[in-house]
Structures are given as structure tokens and as C-alpha cells.
């Protein structure tokens, strides 16, 4: 059986404070009781000694004082009696009885001087009274005693007004708590209700939706925890989509980039099966189907490097290079190819330059970087910088070309991302790969990269490297 938060709240409170307000009540009923009947008893007590010590004070007949007293007592309800040690009444306002009626336990205290009293007495009365016995004793030996007796019922109506007090504000009390509660347990049923419906919101897919915090309680901290999971999950949401469209234009792009050389290589093919070339354009046909095989080879080679790399699979051989010697290297391989397009090489650093690295692979990562300068520059430099800074080694590749957009600098580690997007006027080609293999193997590195470039004004790549001391 379902049973609603609220009314859960409202039955856990009501009876929380209903078992309290029983426990109070029933404890404070019998306090109060005692009370009254411990001031009576007293009342009668003090009375009781005041009439002793006024007829031990008396020579002569006391009987218009113990009148006076008769008068006094009259108006608050109490009477009294004077009796023998043997129990025989000798004066009295109120008892008709020759004797007064005592246990043995009673007459026994008395006559060893204690004072007897007792609060409920219905048997020996006419009326349910509280009575108090004090001991007279004349030169040490017990010659008799006063009682002294009030009715119940003054005591009891003073009870019963106080209960009905009581009564009176628990009542009170409970339609406060009654009040609270509801409003206690309508606020918390609403919160848990919105966490519910943003929960189902989130099912749906939908993780747009927030929850107010206030983290006053639990149910506030579970909102904000719920907050931040769901932030999570929609962080998690826009990289799988991401991932996805990535994946997507992975596939588009290798799909192009094997397309094109394949067509090239079927043509070149058919039209040799088919006698389509001549002999003088044989040979350049099957250049031409050389280079293209060349580019396929590059291309799955690049991915299958970019896999390893990226999936922590390629091990590092760190050693000191000599950074002026390997730039030098570079300078020397790639300077036919700078030379076709106009460029210069040239190299600023010093012989004290050392770098910790993978030699093959940093030599990877600097013609990566330095092919891409000189494919996107023509009839200006290429300048290979190094240098050492804040316990780092910091390379430096600067060209003069056409420099990028903004928009291009962001997304130029991204795997087959090319500044020119042209697949068919495209005149640099590759495959944008190598800037991608560029940023997991400074990674590797424990380095950084970073790009600095204005459209029409060049670029600069600068890699920082830790010095390992």
C-alpha cells in the first residue's frame, strides 16, 4: 500500500507530540497533586503546632482560645480535635465520635512523637479528607494530641482546574503542531516532488533541468548533488555527441582522402589494360600511380602511428640531444623542399641548448611542424628557435606565410582538420594527420604546444619541454 509522503510527516510528527504532551500531562497532573496535598498537610501541620503551643502557653481555662482558632479554621474548612492519651476526644468543631479511630502503626508513631499524616482518608470520616496528627507531650511524657482534618474536595477542585488547564493547552498545542506540520510536511513533500519530476526529466533525456539548492538539509544537499550529476551527464552527452560527429566526419574524411588516389590508380590501370596511354605517358602514369600508392601508404601508416600514440601503446627513450645539432639535421632534410617553394631555413639557438626527448619522435614532431610552414609559405623563411627559460627547453617554429583565422587556430589538433577545407582545391594536400600526432607525442613529452598566427602574417608553434634535471 502507497502511503504519501505528507501523511507519513504528519503521523510521525501528530504522534511524536500527542505521546509527549500524554507523558507531560500525566507527569505534571501528579506533580501538581502532590503539591496541593504537601501545602495542605503543611498548612494543617503548622496550624496544629500553633494551637499546642498556645495552650501549653495558657493558665487556666483555654477554651475560648481553642474557640477562637474554632472560628478561624471554620472559614478555610478545616476542623480540629483535642484528645486524651488514651484516644478519648476532650474538645472538638467538628467530631461527633467519643474517640479517635487510629491504627496501631499510627497511635504508635504519635506516642514516639512523630507526626502522622495522611492525605486520603474515607473510612473514619463521613467524607474523603486529608488529616494531620501532632503529639502533646507535658514534661517529656505523652499526655494526648490534635487532629486536625480538611475535606478533598477543596484540594480536588484545585486539581481539577489545573487538569482542565492542561487539557485546555494540549488541545492547543496539538492544533499548533497540527498547523506546522502540515506546512512542514507540505514544503518537503513539494521539494522531494520536484526532484522527482527533474529525475524523470533527466530519463527522458532532457538534462537541461536544474533544481534550487539550499543546503539547510539533506534533501537541500541531494538537490545540489543532483544538480551536479546531471552537469556531468550533460557534459558527458555533448562529448559523446561530439565523439559522434567526429567519428562521422573521420569516416567522410578517409572515405575522401582513399577515394581519390584509388580513382587515380583504377584510371591509370584501366587505361593501361585497355592500351588508353600512349608510351610516352606510360611512364608518367605510373609515376603518377606510384605517388598516389605513396599517399595511401602515408595515410594508413599516420592513423595506425595516431592509434599507438593515442592509446598510450608507443614507450618513450628519453636522452639529452643536442637541440642545435637536431635542428641543423631538419634544416638539411627539408631544404630542397623549402628551396621549391622559394623558402629559407634558418636556425637560432647554441650549442648549450640541451633537450630530454625521444630522438625519432621529436624529430618526428619538428618535420611535422616544419613541412607544414613550408607548405603554407611561399617565397618567405622558416626559422627554427631554440632556447632555454624557466627550467624549460622551449623550440620555436616561425614562418612567414599565410597565417590562419581564429576560428582555424582552435581546431588545427583536430584529427583530419585541415585550415584549407577544399578537398578539391586544396593545393598543400596530406591529410591532416600530422598535427594531430604533433599534440599526443608533446603530451607524451609531459610538454606543451601552443600556436600563435594572424591571416596574411605567418605562424609561430612553440613547444615546452621540461628540463629533467
Do not use: C
Not at 374 to 383: M, P, S, V, Y
Amino acid at each position: 500500500m502507497k502511503i504519501k509522503y505528507f501523511y507519513q510527516q504528519l503521523a510521525s510528527h501528530l504522534s511524536v507530540i500527542i505521546i509527549a504532551f500524554l507523558i507531560l500531562s500525566l507527569v505534571f497532573s501528579h506533580f501538581v497533586e502532590q503539591f496541593v496535598y504537601d501545602n495542605k498537610t503543611e498548612e494543617l501541620a503548622s496550624y496544629g503546632q500553633s494551637i499546642l503551643l498556645d495552650i501549653r502557653q495558657i493558665q487556666g481555662d483555654s477554651r475560648p482560645t481553642l474557640q477562637s482558632y474554632g472560628h478561624v479554621l471554620e472559614g478555610q474548612d478545616i476542623q480540629y480535635s483535642l484528645f486524651d492519651e488514651k484516644s478519648k476526644i476532650i474538645y472538638s468543631t467538628g467530631l461527633n465520635t467519643p474517640l479517635i479511630e487510629l491504627n496501631a502503626d499510627e497511635w504508635k508513631a504519635l506516642q514516639s512523637g512523630k507526626t502522622v499524616t495522611v492525605k486520603q482518608e474515607f473510612k473514619r470520616f463521613d467524607q474523603a479528607v486529608t488529616f494531620v496528627l501532632l503529639p502533646y507531650f507535658h514534661r517529656t511524657q505523652f499526655v494526648g494530641g490534635v487532629l486536625l482534618t480538611s475535606p478533598l474536595k477543596g484540594s480536588r477542585d484545585i486539581i481539577s482546574q489545573m487538569n482542565s488547564y492542561i487539557l485546555y493547552t494540549t488541545f492547543i498545542a496539538l492544533a499548533i503542531a497540527l498547523l506546522l506540520s502540515g506546512l512542514l510536511s507540505t514544503f518537503h513533500g513539494r521539494r522531494i516532488k520536484r526532484l522527482q519530476s527533474a529525475t524523470a526529466t533527466v530519463a527522458q533525456g532532457d538534462y537541461s533541468v536544474r533544481i534550487p539548492t539550499a543546503k539547510i538539509d539533506e534533501i537541500g544537499e541531494l538537490a545540489g548533488d543532483f544538480n551536479a550529476m546531471v552537469e556531468k551527464l550533460e557534459a558527458s552527452m555533448h562529448e559523446i555527441e561530439n565523439l559522434e560527429n567526429r567519428r562521422r566526419q573521420f569516416m567522410a574524411d578517409v572515405s575522401h582522402e582513399l577515394r581519390t588516389p584509388l580513382t587515380t590508380i583504377r584510371g591509370i590501370i584501366e587505361g593501361l589494360r585497355n592500351d588508353m596511354i600512349s608510351e610516352s605517358e606510360k611512364e608518367r602514369g605510373l609515376q603518377l600511380a606510384s605517388s598516389e600508392t605513396m599517399r595511401l601508404m602515408r595515410l594508413v601508416n599516420e592513423n595506425l602511428d595516431y592509434e599507438k600514440i593515442r592509446s598510450n601503446q608507443v614507450t618513450l627513450v628519453k636522452q639529452p640531444i643536442q637541440l642545435k645539432e637536431l635542428l641543423e639535421i631538419i634544416r638539411e632534410q627539408l631544404e630542397d623542399t623549402a628551396a621549391e617553394k622559394g623558402n629559407h631555413i634558418h636556425v637560432e639557438t647554441n650549442d648549450t641548448v640541451i633537450v630530454n626527448a625521444d630522438y625519432d619522435r621529436l624529430t618526428q614532431v619538428l618535420i611535422n611542424i616544419t613541412k607544414n610552414s613550408i607548405q603554407f609559405t611561399e617565397n618567405g623563411t622558416i626559422l627554427l628557435r631554440g632556447f632555454t627559460e624557466d627550467r624549460l627547453t622551449i623550440i620555436e617554429i616561425e614562418d612567414t606565410g599565410i597565417g590562419m583565422d581564429p576560428e582555424d587556430v582552435e581546431h588545427i589538433w583536430n584529427r583530419f582538420y585541415k585550415a584549407i577545407d577544399s578537398r578539391t582545391t586544396n593545393p598543400y594536400g596530406e591529410f591532416g594527420l600530422g598535427l594531430s600526432i604533433v599534440k599526443q607525442l608533446v603530451t607524451l613529452h609531459g610538454g606543451t604546444i601552443h600556436v600563435e598566427s594572424l591571416k596574411g602574417q605567418g605562424t609561430k608553434f612553440r613547444i615546452e619541454l621540461p628540463i629533467e634535471l
